[in-house]
């Protein structure tokens, strides 16, 4: 465990000095992942995953719905929504979202995605190796403003997935979106998609205590995220994390049956970006724990 903090301190101390440049949290983003500083590709395994990384959807013990809805402080934005929905069968998962930004004059970007997950292999002390692919329709609306003389612009684009899992106690992940690779942006780059590249490892104590740490790529740029995830014996989860000297906490409360997020991010100039999801579980599932999700 001291070697993994060593490990984040260097990364750490490896960015001040390089001086480089960071972005905002990813887009898209569920409000758990926001909650851990946006470090959430490595450990995601709810509904949310197809989002964040569709190959975390192999972790699903059940199938489940999935809402999150952002407020407050967005940049260019009055509110962000998303749904979700998985069910896993054997190995597979299938799955499906939609994401919206909604921008300010009328605008608003939408995310379509439908997404499938594999376990390739299953070690016997709970290790594995998974991959997850979606098929997304990017879609821009300028409401009155124009885009190239149109009021719209559409893109039908892909994202991939891959988690790995070669000991218990780690996690290692990787996943691309709008493989497609052209811009896709709204007036003012506002509402922007570009191809963004995710990767990050996770050391994971007794399936309770996550340290996560990510590094994602995006349009030339690259952002650097730290969180921590403990899952107590309890239905509470807590979770934490910082970027770009921002910081970010929440909690769930998870049932077997359902759960509710809170999570709350500061944005640098005094506000607060406000976030919360609900899900709700289906199925039979199957005894993994009590609250397991």
Known sequence: M???????FLFAVNDIAAGAE???EPFPMTSRSTASGGAFVSVTDDVGSIFINPAGFVLLDRGGVEANFFGGSIDDADWIASIAAAYPYRRTVIGAGWYRENGRDGEYGDVVSLAVASRFMRGTV????SGGASLDLLRVNKGEAEIAGRESADKISASIGAMVRPLPVISIAFS?????GSELH???????WQRLTRWGVA??????IYLMFERDYIGGEVST????????GTPLELMGGFCRERVSAGLRWRRKAY???LSFKATGDGRILVSSSVGIAFGKGSSKGKYQY
């Open 2 to 8: 001291k070697r993994i903090f060593i490990v984040i």
């Open 186 to 192: 709204g007036n003012d780059g506002g509402i922007l």
């Open 203 to 208: 050391f994971l104590w007794r399936e309770r």
């Open 126 to 129: 709970g290790s594995f190796l």
């Open 176 to 180: 691309m979106r709008n493989i497609g």
């Open 259 to 261: 759960n509710i997020a």
């Open 225 to 232: 995220h730290y969180g921590f995830l403990v899952k107590s």
């Open 22 to 24: 960071v972005l905002p």
